[in-house]
């Protein structure tokens, strides 16, 4: 299809996957396409798979990935998709790999270009962990880039009482980071066979990672 550009983003928790997917949006209009909206829009419309995948959400079990791969294939049909996309979320196994691989080459498509944003695992951590919270009106500080003016007080309210999420702190933190690095290493090794992962250094200033970003898609667009 002349002029697509059917994308992957990959990378951990942390790695910025989300500034660099609002930026590539913009800049190539491309719709983001995550898992989570997905799913919202496919149970909000009320498709056969969006109310099964509702029956599986609303009982707390993992939607199985026949229902999850027949969504992104209704979701890539749609109008905004047709001339490219940028998937987020999705592959998360081999399995979900091979049958986009399957659902793209039914449609006469194929994908470009997979981006591997790269962070090292202290920096990830240190990002992830670094969150904190104003007990008193839920504003959000962290300890690397966004202390509070004065610090130990809030900015918004004054208090001094802060706190930290469960899913912020170290031990689930590295957990996280964890199951998303095998699933992510799976997934690198195989779009690796076939020669169309670009890895991004994430670890710089947003701009120069995007700057980066904005040269391999330059050349996949030429």
């Known amino acids: 299809m002349e002029d697509s550009m059917n994308l992957i983003l990959l990378g951990l928790p942390g790695a ?37 995948a509702k029956k ?35 592959p998360r196994t081999i399995n979900q790999a091979k049958a986009l691989e399957d659902m793209l080459e039914d449609k ?7 981006l591997y944003i790269q962070v090292d695992k202290e920096i990830l951590l240190e990002r992830l962990t670094g969150r904190f919270i104003c007990s008193n009106c839920g504003a959000t500080y962290h300890k690397v880039n966004k202390q509070p003016e004065k610090e130990g007080v809030c900015d918004v309210c004054g208090s001094t009482d802060f ?10 933190v590295k957990r ?20 169309i ?19 391999i898609l330059d050349h996949v667009r030429v």
């Open 197 to 215: 992962v670009a890895r991004v250094d994430g670890q710089g200033d947003p701009n120069d990672v995007f700057e980066d970003v904005k040269e």
């Open 56 to 90: 599986y959400m609303d009982a707390g079990d993992l939607v199985p990935d026949q229902v999850t791969n027949g969504i992104v294939a209704e979701r890539l049909d749609e109008d905004d998709a047709q001339t490219g996309f940028l998937l987020d979320g999705y």
């Open 163 to 172: 706190y930290q999420r469960d899913d912020d702190k170290p031990e689930t």
């Open 176 to 195: 996280r980071i964890q199951v998303n690095e095998d699933q992510t290493n799976d997934l690198v090794d195989f779009y690796k066979d076939r020669g």
């Open 16 to 52: 910025g996957k989300g500034t660099q997917a609002a930026r590539i949006t913009k800049k190539y209009d491309l719709p983001h396409i995550s898992t989570g909206d997905m799913f919202r829009a496919a149970m909000k419309n009320e498709t056969e798979l969006g109310k099964e």
């Open 108 to 114: 006469g498509r194929s994908l470009d270009t997979v």
